[in-house]
């Protein structure tokens, strides 16, 4: 059988992945097989999940007898990754083929320093439940020459197919909430459901739509090739007719055809404010976060190295958040499927608590020839799929990906910077209705979305190009912003933080830094890409506008205390306080009164 694997190996030679995936580090197509009669890798236990956790940690004790510094263990699931299940690329390419990358790997010394020289060593990782058994193979020759030297038994969980990591979205109507979980339950074995009600009350069952993808609807490698691993299937159930502000309590079933039932455990939330309703509402946004290992293992680059950091933050700060948004670049996939189930695993204690919502980046679209906006590999051929499945949005097309939703006291524009955003285009005509349509008397806090700088950022390679923002980015959409007067516009994709003055055309409207009261004339624009991903660097020149930098990892929260008055907040994710912050205080008069561009042009006649 393992033979079989390694003929697999030679036939992805031409796979080309994208190099910022710690995974495409890995020259798969370059092992060779090279058992070792002494060499040998035990996992314990053998089952996880007994009392129904969806994780768990995995003890591996392996030796070999000619061992380096450059030995690696790679985790495979399923556990026979041969090529029974493996379907070509193409015509020219027969069967055996490898079916998938290692869903991540560690270096053998890694918590053993000795193993150099004993040949000895012992690892713990964690896994999660992906819906199949996992095997742990002992390389050597470094992950740019593998030599594979031995393999584990199997291990598994106690239900590999249990509904695991729901993440809650807003609906379409603002008393709807949504529930959106994994499961290794089609609906041909079973009826998905949500069981619900207020807390403490009598709970009633909604039911749940099944969506999946195969690898047919991967673009190109390594999403049809060695990334490639099945998803699952992604249930969505709609809550309706909440009660606003009041907790709900809930949990994920499953009908099995002979009458069983499966259940995941309780989570609870609290149900949105009405629209203009006037009381706190709490808001972190932030982009670029990724996924992160808590045992340490896959950052062969440390990529991704602030996203423990900010996911712990936020989790500690649960309580004073009310909702969030993630502007782009979620989870740094590219290409490698199995990535998906390690971010909504590790954001689980967030996105099951409070709506999750997202935005789309390069890296969840963008891929030549299939009309994204820019032609460049950042999906790793994912072309936008597994985004738009493994989370709902409340979108019209969700493959589109822009959408508004509001929040008690704010209005919320989101847009998708991988489709054209110009004037005269479907999402210009969007935004500009998303701005135009709300009432500010009501909700005074109108906010806009998007993962590319739009607007302002003096980071080095934007101003090489002498733009201080994406391409095209501002010159369509700064008369939208200034004409219906929005407040704030956040970013992602640089990564790093910045905050503007209200700015209008280059030009600040206003000279205050830390509290605006009255009118600001102006759009504040916010960098909020420091979440997780490797940071960038600022150019030496810092422009007027530029108000406040950070070359860190961080999040922003809104803090909204009634329709007059906002705190605005910069936590840096090492530590959750506070590094940048200003108010705005100002009345409903001051929403109205005209500014340049900001009001139609009127005569003279009484």
């Known amino acids: 059988m393992w033979l079989l694997i390694l003929w697999g190996l030679f036939s992805l030679e031409g796979v080309v992945s994208h190099g910022d995936q710690p995974l495409s580090k890995i020259a ?3 092992a060779v097989l090279a058992f070792d009669g002494l060499a040998y890798i035990k996992a314990t236990p053998h089952v996880l999940g007994l009392n129904g956790q969806s994780s768990g940690w995995v003890t591996l004790e392996y030796g070999y007898s000619t061992p380096s510094t450059d030995d690696w263990i790679g985790v495979f699931s399923p556990a026979n ?17 490898l079916c998938t990358a290692p869903i991540k790997y560690q270096y053998a010394n890694y918590s053993s320093p000795e193993y150099k020289d004993t040949g000895k060593g012992t690892l713990k990782l964690q896994i999660i439940n992906q819906r199949s058994d996992f095997s742990f193979a002992l390389f050597s020759g470094g992950i740019l020459n593998p030599k594979l030297v031995a393999i584990s038994n199997t291990i598994t969980f106690a239900n590999p197919k249990a509904p695991v990591y729901p993440r809650l979205a807003q609906g379409k109507l603002w008393n709807e909430m949504t529930v959106t979980w994994t499961s290794g339950y089609g609906i041909n074995e079973a009826e998905p ?14 039911p749940a739509g099944t969506l999946t993808f195969d690898r047919s609807s991967m673009c190109g490698a390594p999403a049809r090739t ?13 809550l309706k007719e909440l009660w ?3 907790v709900y309590t809930y949990r994920l079933g499953h009908k099995l055809f002979n009458g069983t039932y499966i259940w995941s455990r309780q989570y609870q939330f609290r149900a949105s404010p009405y629209p203009g309703q006037n009381s706190i509402q709490r808001v972190v946004i932030y982009g670029d976060m990724g996924k992160e290992e808590v045992d340490g293992s896959n950052e062969y680059n440390d990529f991704q190295k602030g996203s423990l950091n900010t996911t712990r933050q936020l989790i500690n700060d649960l309580k004073d958040i009310d909702i969030v948004f993630h502007i782009g670049d979620i989870c740094y996939a590219n290409g490698y499927l199995s990535q998906w189930d390690q971010f909504t695993s590790q954001v689980e204690p967030i996105a099951s608590t409070v709506p999750y919502m997202l935005a789309s980046g390069n890296h969840e679209r963008d891929w030549p020839g299939t009309g994204s906006f820019y032609g460049n590999f950042d999906s790793g051929g994912e ?16 493959a589109k990906f822009w959408y508004s939703t509001d929040y008690g006291m704010f209005r919320f524009c989101i847009a998708h910077t991988e489709e054209d955003w110009r004037e005269g285009t479907e999402q210009y005509k969007f935004i500009e209705e998303c701005l135009a349509s709300v009432d500010r008397q009501k909700q005074p806090w109108l906010i806009f979305l998007a993962h590319r700088v739009l607007g302002y950022s003096s980071c080095d390679y934007y101003v090489e190009e002498g733009s201080f923002q994406e391409p095209m980015g501002r010159e369509s959409l700064q008369k939208l912003w200034q004409k219906y007067k929005v407040d704030m516009a956040f970013f992602g994709h640089v990564h790093n933080y910045e905050r503007t003055c209200p700015i209008y055309e280059n030009i600040c409207t206003r000279d205050e830094k830390h509290y605006y009261q009255g009118a600001l004339n102006g759009t ?3 960098v909020a890409g420091g979440a997780g991903a490797s940071l960038t660097e600022f150019a030496a020149v810092t422009p007027k506008w530029s108000i406040y930098r950070d070359y860190d990892y961080g999040f922003v929260k809104l803090t909204a205390f009634d329709n007059s008055n906002l705190l605005f907040e910069y936590k840096k994710s090492r530590d959750g306080m506070v ?28």
């Open 579 to 606: 590094y940048d912050s200003f108010r705005i205080s100002r009345d409903y008069r001051d929403i109205l009164a005209c500014t340049v561009d900001s009001c139609p042009a009127t005569t003279l006649a009484s």
């Open 226 to 238: 060695v990334g490639w691993r099945d998803p699952g299937f992604i249930h969505t159930s709609f």
């Open 28 to 30: 798969i197509h370059k």
């Open 81 to 97: 990754f041969s090529a029974s299940t493996c379907l070509p690329e193409s015509p020219r390419a027969f069967p055996p083929l």
């Open 193 to 206: 459901f949500v069981e619900w009600g207020l807390k403490g009350g009598e709970r009633i069952k909604s």
């Open 244 to 246: 606003p502000n009041v």
């Open 383 to 398: 072309c936008g799929v597994a985004a738009q499945t493994m989370f709902f949005v409340p979108a019209e097309n969700r």
């Open 524 to 526: 504040i624009h916010v």
